[in-house]
């Protein structure tokens, strides 16, 4: 008998070579909380800089999202821990070839200079305007990089799927400045920042024009081994929500509507469909490896 | 002052014990029965709880996989022609029968049943974790807490692990799991206390036929290059060494095996692949997105606030 000759294998469980990790719900909200809270940050932090007359109310409320949306997201992500009381061990390394190590400490940098744009952003003084702008073009690279290692972290796993997905850390980069202008034009229709809308609007669009893109990358990588896994009635349903509802319909609203209603739903579905676009590639680990 | 020192210790680094000779394991599966006395020897020596008393239905293999609980792990890969291997599964009843040929009446013909052997077989395999190299799982523990020993053994350290469970994705052989009891990742020590003794592993000193064996790296892969070479000489030209030499994508096991079939029959990736290995391109690609997803809102927000 060859290999190759072999005749059929006949029992014995036919398990996967890996195992897929612990990750579940807490790790579904940390994906999106984080990455609302650097896009949010971010685009709050840009408009301070490159305009603040037209984005400095908007920006101000993005700060006070933004803080409160990392500590959530800390909290997520201790209580993903299998224990949860140790989870400043992650401070007692820094290992440049691991993403995690990597994404904790920027994580740890990013929550600290948010807090500082969120206090800011209750004194609301102007004279403390300049150190508000400052702090938040301080913020850009540590935000940056919290929107896109997450991507990196599951790209550089043995899991299948994730480990296909070579612009994984583009996709959920993009995808957390979709979130970041989705906020923002939700806060800008809040607040009436009549001037701020319509430039937030542009953006969003802009935003899931790319994430339309980097989606399209991603299945083009992975597609089919998504559909093996999931199966047909599930791969539709991931399409459905995490492209279609998520990504292609508020595009198209975003792009026709000129109503706020339409774009407030706009902006809602886009987060929608990142939420939904999360939960299906956290637990494609678990469902494809089943 | 005992919790700051509880907190605190974790940051402490003593200076590691001077570097031995690398020991690992061979597993020769042309020796192994089946025997399951390494699970039973890995469970007592190690304190490992039992699994519960389940059946897969579908093998004599029970144990299923590798976890945080079963650190050994006798797989029983059953080849045969039709499925038919034992009575039970085709709905006869009766003594089983290889290749599902029933004996003639009147009794056994030996020669017969001789000359049928190779229509089907039982592989076994005691899988183990690989105590890779340079290991996926301790290049992905964000807390240091999976280092290699001074036996260069891959070795998770129970007191600074938080179970965040991402040596558990980083594993090409779904060795590492995260315990349900503690919430720590758990996987073979090489049986690191017996090893500071100076003693043999709790699984090779078990193991009846010498399936597991132990000892220098250097030593193990000189005596599998001498076990190949008489499995050849005798017939076996199946047979080959799987992880006593690195690839291209992947470092050499400190605990490797000699197989008779394609490593997927056993549940080993054909052709495992270092998970970081794409690391500096997926951090180039991802910050590609990154500064074109900030220069386009920078260029929409510039263009539309003027």
């Known amino acids: 008998m060859t290999p190759g000759q072999t005749p059929v294998v006949a029992g014995g469980r036919t398990t996967s070579q890996v195992k897929p990790p612990p990750w579940h719900g807490w790790v579904v909200a940390d994906l999106f909380l984080s990455e609302l809270s650097s896009g949010t940050f971010l685009f709050a932090a840009l408009g301070d800089v490159l305009a603040p007359g037209v984005y400095g109310r908007v920006s101000r409320i993005g700060y006070l999202v933004a803080f409160p949306a990392i500590i959530a997201d800390l909290v997520c992500l201790i209580a993903d821990l299998g224990d949860p009381m140790r989870f400043y061990h992650m401070l007692r390394t820094f290992k440049l070839r691991s993403p995690m190590s990597t994404g904790v400490w920027a994580i740890s940098l990013y929550a600290a200079i948010a807090f500082v744009g969120f206090v800011l952003a209750i004194a609301d003084a102007p004279q403390l305007a300049f150190a508000r702008t400052l702090f938040g073009a301080v913020g850009f690279f540590p935000a940056l990089y919290v929107g896109a290692y997450k991507g990196v972290l599951l790209s550089a796993t043995a899991q299948p799927v994730w480990k296909d997905a070579r612009w994984l850390g583009a996709e959920l980069s993009v995808s957390s400045g979709m979130l970041g202008a989705a906020s923002l034009l939700l806060i800008a229709m809040l607040i009436s920042a009549q001037s701020a809308i319509h430039v937030y609007r542009a953006v969003l669009i802009v935003m899931l024009f790319l994430d339309l893109v980097a989606t399209a990358v991603f299945l083009a990588q992975t597609g089919r081994a998504i559909a093996d896994g999931f199966g047909f009635a599930r791969t539709i349903l991931f399409y459905a929500l995490a492209l279609g509802a998520g990504v292609i319909l508020p595009l198209i609203i975003a792009v026709a509507a000129e109503e706020q209603a339409a774009l407030a739903a706009s902006a809602v579905l886009a987060m929608f469909g990142a939420l939904a676009f999360r939960y299906h590639l956290v637990m494609m680990a678990h469902e494809v490896n089943a | ?306």
């Open chain 2, 1 to 306: 002052m005992s919790l700051l020192k509880n907190l605190l210790y974790p940051f402490e680094r003593p200076a590691p014990p001077a570097a031995r000779t690398p020991m690992g394991f061979f597993t020769d599966t042309t020796l192994c029965i089946g025997c399951k006395a390494c699970e039973v020897a890995c469970k007592q020596w190690n304190q490992l709880p039992s699994d519960g008393f389940l059946w897969t239905g579908d093998s004599y293999d029970n144990t299923g996989t590798l976890s945080a609980t079963s650190w050994r792990h006798v797989a029983f890969i059953e080849q045969f022609p039709d499925g038919t291997a034992s009575g039970a599964r085709d709905g006869s009843s009766g003594p089983a029968v290889l290749g599902g040929t029933q004996p003639p009446s009147g009794g056994f013909d030996l020669d017969a049943l001789l000359s049928q052997a190779k229509d089907g077989r039982w592989l076994m395999m005691s899988d183990v974790c690989k105590h890779c190299s340079a290991a996926p799982c301790q290049i992905a523990c964000p807390t240091g807490a999976i280092i290699h020993n001074e036996f260069a053994d891959v070795y998770i350290q129970n007191d600074i692990c938080n179970g965040c469970g991402y040596c558990v994705a980083a594993c090409p052989f779904g060795v590492v799991t995260r315990s349900a009891i503690d919430g720590h990742a758990h996987k073979c020590t090489l049986c690191y206390d017996r090893q500071r003794d100076g003693l043999v592993p709790a699984c090779a000193k078990a193991c009846p036929t010498e399936s597991i064996q132990f000892g220098p790296i250097g030593e193990l892969r000189e005596r599998a290059r001498k076990r190949i070479a008489i499995l050849h000489q005798r017939g076996e030209t199946d047979a080959y060494l799987y992880g006593d030499q690195p690839t291209d994508t992947y470092p050499s096991l400190h605990a490797f095996f000699l197989l008779l079939d394609e490593p997927s029959r056993y549940r080993l990736p054909d052709n495992p692949e270092v998970p970081q290995i794409h690391l500096a391109g997926d951090y180039v690609r991802a910050g590609i997105g990154a500064l074109l997803m900030f220069g386009a809102a920078i260029v929409a927000m510039l263009a539309y606030a003027v």
